[in-house]
């Protein structure tokens, strides 16, 4: 069902987590029409948390588990088979000073009666003296994207903190790192009982109790990670080559300072009992105003309170312009395809994305286009992200570029070639020749122009 966008929206839901994007699903539902702003690279990346998650085993429905953003693919397939419409990029500006509120995205103005505010939580670093430099090469603030590179394969690796993060990361890294180290700041693990027990009980990962990070050293690479013991002073060196942080997060609520009540930390504040902020009609709902619980479940959970409240306040105002769903009943989610490894026999030389090390080697060598290498990993939340991005700049540019995709754990001998160092990795080749790389998620419009440049050059 297309929907022609409104020039007032009844409802914008802003981040694309579980909470965003049950709100979504709970406000296309009820006929709304709602518009997702979902985020891309501000506050983290779209999707939310579980994009940097693996097994995610404690969301009811999934008796097995299911891969963090395997299950954020969901939510979004369900909240778009509903009729949501998304917009995929960073909301600028939100403007609460008058109403209908209103949002800078893209360079366009939307302007909304209510408001969902599900932005989350990002990551926190430490600011010390080497952060910066070792930054990418040796430290990550994600293991379950950089984990499968070939720098840390059977190297000794670290993981700072003691919460259910640093515990799931650290028997993560035990898959390829030959011994990992838990730095953990206090006597005791912050983490719950089972995530604790499976630390504890893994050989391969030490805990290093009451110890803080001093600093780092090494050579162009981390070698080591200084530490001091509980009373300040130095206590040890860790010989590692990985470091990992899993020090918890700080509320993306930058765009509503001085705008909505905050905490002290920050976090939205809400009416006790309700997702109602200090001002009518903006709603939160997730971990965007949740120190306490910050689950996927109870952000879910608080998404689908906040559409509810939303939809009860757009009516009893008078506001709400329904549309009528066509046809009644949706039809089927689209999830994204994996990408399979090309070989000899289905090889297509001027196809738009194919995977693995034969069509790499093909274009590589025979194709006189602008190549894109993109360098994944099963579990690369982030990956999930920039891949749409990237086939989308491949479409828009009609076969006049062409992208291959390695993964690092079919192909780690490729990515140790390219010296790869953690995904996503992209690699932009002109007839064999590198010419530009990559590291994270990029915003669209880089990608385009630097292929843009290198097809004016070759014309
Ligand atoms: P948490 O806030 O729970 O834990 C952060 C950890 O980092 C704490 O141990 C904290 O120490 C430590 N820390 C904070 N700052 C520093 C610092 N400057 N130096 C050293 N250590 C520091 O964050 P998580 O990301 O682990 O978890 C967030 C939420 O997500 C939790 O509710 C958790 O249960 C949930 N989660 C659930 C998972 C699952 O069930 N599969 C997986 C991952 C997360 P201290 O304890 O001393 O404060």
């Known amino acids: 069902m297309v929907t022609p966008q409104p020039a007032i929206e009844n409802l914008v839901v802003v981040g694309s987590g579980p909470a965003g994007y049950t709100a979504a699903l709970y406000a296309a539902r009820a006929n709304l029409n709602p518009l997702l702003i979902t985020g891309y690279q501000d506050g983290g990346i779209a999707g939310g948390q579980l994009m940097t998650t693996t097994h995610v085993e404690n969301f009811p429905g999934f008796p097995d588990g299911i891969l963090g953003p395997d299950l954020m693919d969901r939510m979004k397939a369900q909240a778009v088979r509903w009729g949501t419409r998304l917009i995929e990029a960073d909301a600028e500006a939100i403007d609460l000073s008058q109403r209908p509120y209103r949002l800078q995205v893209e360079g366009q103005t939307i302007n909304s009666h209510s408001l969902i505010i599900a932005t989350g939580a990002s990551a926190n670093r430490l600011q010390i003296a080497g952060e910066d430099h070792f930054w990418n090469k040796g430290i990550s603030a994600c293991a379950i994207c950089d984990g499968a590179t070939p720098q840390f394969r059977n190297e000794q690796l670290a993981v700072l903190g003691g919460g259910d993060s640093a515990c799931e990361e650290a028997v993560y890294l035990t898959k390829y790192g030959s011994q990992v180290h838990l730095i953990v700041r206090r006597q005791e693990l912050r983490a719950s009982r089972a995530m604790a027990d499976r630390v504890l009980a893994n050989p391969q990962i030490t805990v290093h109790w009451n110890r803080q990070i001093a600093g780092f050293s090494g050579n162009g690479w981390l070698e080591g990670v200084q530490l001091l013991n509980g009373e300040g002073a130095v206590a040890e060196t860790l010989a590692v080559r990985g470091l990992f942080y899993a020090i918890g997060h700080t509320p993306n609520t930058r765009l509503l300072r001085g705008q909505l009540e905050l905490d002290g930390k920050g976090y939205l504040l809400t009416q006790p009992g309700s997702p109602a902020t200090s001002?009518?009609?903006?709603?939160?709902?997730?971990?965007v105003a949740d120190p306490h619980w910050r689950q996927a479940i109870t952000a879910a959970a608080s998404g689908c309170q906040a559409a509810l409240a939303a939809e009860r306040w757009l009516s009893e105002q008078n506001l709400a312009v329904t549309v009528e769903r066509q046809p009644v009943d949706p039809v089927a989610a689209e999830l994204p395809k994996e990408t399979a490894n090309t070989t000899e026999t289905d090889f297509d030389a001027e196809a738009l994305w194919q995977g693995g090390s034969y069509a790499l080697r093909k274009l590589y060598h025979d194709s006189s286009k602008p190549l894109l290498v993109v360098y994944t990993s099963p579990s690369c939340g982030p990956c999930h992200v920039f891949k749409p991005q990237l086939k989308r700049v491949?479409?828009?540019?009609?076969g006049a570029a062409q992208g291959v995709e390695i993964n690092l754990e079919t192909d780690p001998e490729i990515a140790t070639q390219a010296g790869v160092t953690g995904?996503?990795?992209?690699?932009?080749?002109?007839?064999?020749?590198?010419?530009?790389q990559w590291r994270g998620v990029q915003q669209r419009s880089t990608v385009k122009a630097a292929i843009e440049a290198l097809l004016t050059q070759a014309a």
């Open 423 to 436: 995904t996503p990795t992209v690699q932009l080749f002109l007839q064999k020749e590198l010419k530009q």
């Open 279 to 287: 001002r009518e009609g903006v709603y939160a709902a997730g971990d």
């Open 394 to 398: 491949l479409n828009e540019l009609e």
